[in-house]
């Protein structure tokens, strides 16, 4: 299992991933989710990858070494699409196509073909997007409304998010967020594990402005945990107890 999430705000691009891999409970690795890619100045671009991790390495392959296009006879690859959407668009594809290839022999072997992307980033002279993009190679996109997408082991990270995230907030207000709800889901579900790796991108540069990979007793995000925790008590503490607790029916 993982938890990959990405948000969107005005001032840029907040995208984060676990990297536990596991198939049962005495086969445990570590595996980078989150790939980025970048022409300085130019583009960035990232993907968070959850599900089969052969299908997902396969994905992350052939977008970065490219594939024929038999009506153009050009290679593409996500570093030469003109567009945000058509590079996400090349994604699905490329997921598609592994299916293609790949899904009788899967399916003979009882494994599902079960992989989903977070794909976002910029390309110079647009606006900066962010794309949940299925198995089927379809996808949707990042709104205003809702600024963030998950995948993975969504559900325990999602609530923090609900209550936190807006568009305009800071943008490592957001990161601060996300950590928070990484932390959440790690509490829950031991199928989601450190390190974490981070990317944060803001608006109009064309470039990582971090990208950082934290690890087990990273001292910011033991003390983040170890203050939300406490807030959270505090918070149960300072909330009266309901008015109807003490009748009896």
Same mark, same amino acid.
């Given at each position: 299992?993982?938890?990959?999430?990405?948000?969107?705000?005005?001032?840029?691009?907040?995208?984060?991933?676990?990297?536990?891999?596991?198939?049962?409970?005495?086969?445990?690795?570590?595996?980078?989710?989150?790939?980025?890619?970048?022409?300085?100045?130019? +583009?960035?671009?990232? @993907?968070?990858? %959850? #599900? &089969?991790?052969?299908?997902?390495?396969?994905?992350?392959?052939? !977008?970065?070494? /490219?594939?024929?296009?038999?009506?153009?006879?050009?290679?593409?690859?996500?570093?030469?699409?003109?567009?945000?959407?058509?590079?996400?668009?090349?994604?699905?594809?490329?997921?598609?196509?592994?299916?293609?290839?790949?899904?009788?022999?899967?399916?003979?072997?009882?494994?599902?073909?079960?992989?989903?992307?977070?794909?976002?980033?910029?390309?110079?002279?647009?606006?900066? +997007?962010?794309?949940? @993009?299925?198995? %089927? #190679? &379809?996808?949707?996109?990042?709104?205003?409304?809702?600024?963030? !997408?998950?995948? /993975?082991?969504?559900?325990?990270?999602?609530?923090?998010?609900?209550?936190?995230?807006?568009?305009?907030?800071?943008?490592?207000?957001?990161?601060?967020?996300?950590?928070?709800?990484?932390?959440?889901?790690?509490?829950?579900?031991?199928?989601?594990?450190?390190?974490?790796?981070?990317?944060?991108?803001?608006?109009?540069?064309?470039?990582?402005?971090?990208?950082?990979?934290?690890?087990?007793?990273?001292?910011?995000?033991?003390?983040?945990?170890?203050?939300?925790?406490?807030?959270?008590?505090?918070?149960?503490? /300072?909330?009266?107890?309901?008015?109807?607790?003490?009748?009896?029916?």
């Amino acid at each position: 299992m993982t938890y990959c999430c990405g948000i969107l705000v005005r001032e840029g691009l907040v995208m984060f991933a676990d990297t536990r891999t596991n198939a049962g409970v005495d086969n445990i690795a570590t595996f980078r989710k989150l790939h980025i890619f970048q022409d300085p100045k130019k +583009r960035i671009m990232a @993907i968070a990858t %959850a #599900g &089969n991790l052969s299908i997902t390495q396969s994905a992350i392959s052939i !977008l970065t070494e /490219g594939f024929d296009n038999p009506e153009t006879g050009e290679r593409e690859t996500l570093m030469n699409a003109p567009t945000m959407f058509q590079a996400a668009q090349r994604v699905g594809h490329v997921i598609r196509m592994i299916h293609q290839m790949e899904g009788k022999a899967l399916e003979a072997s009882d494994v599902n073909f079960d992989v989903s992307f977070l794909f976002g980033g910029q390309i110079m002279g647009e606006r900066t +997007r962010l794309f949940m @993009i299925y198995s %089927a #190679g &379809n996808f949707i996109e990042c709104t205003t409304d809702t600024p963030y !997408l998950q995948i /993975g082991e969504h559900k325990y990270g999602k609530p923090v998010l609900d209550r936190a995230i807006t568009y305009e907030m800071d943008l490592y207000d957001a990161l601060k967020v996300g950590l928070v709800s990484i932390d959440s889901t790690m509490r829950s579900n031991l199928s989601v594990g450190m390190p974490i790796d981070v990317l944060v991108a803001r608006r109009d540069s064309c470039v990582a402005e971090l990208i950082y990979r934290i690890e087990p007793g990273e001292p910011y995000f033991t003390d983040l945990r170890e203050r939300w925790s406490a807030a959270l008590r505090a918070a149960h503490i /300072g909330i009266p107890r309901p008015p109807y607790s003490n009748k009896r029916s």
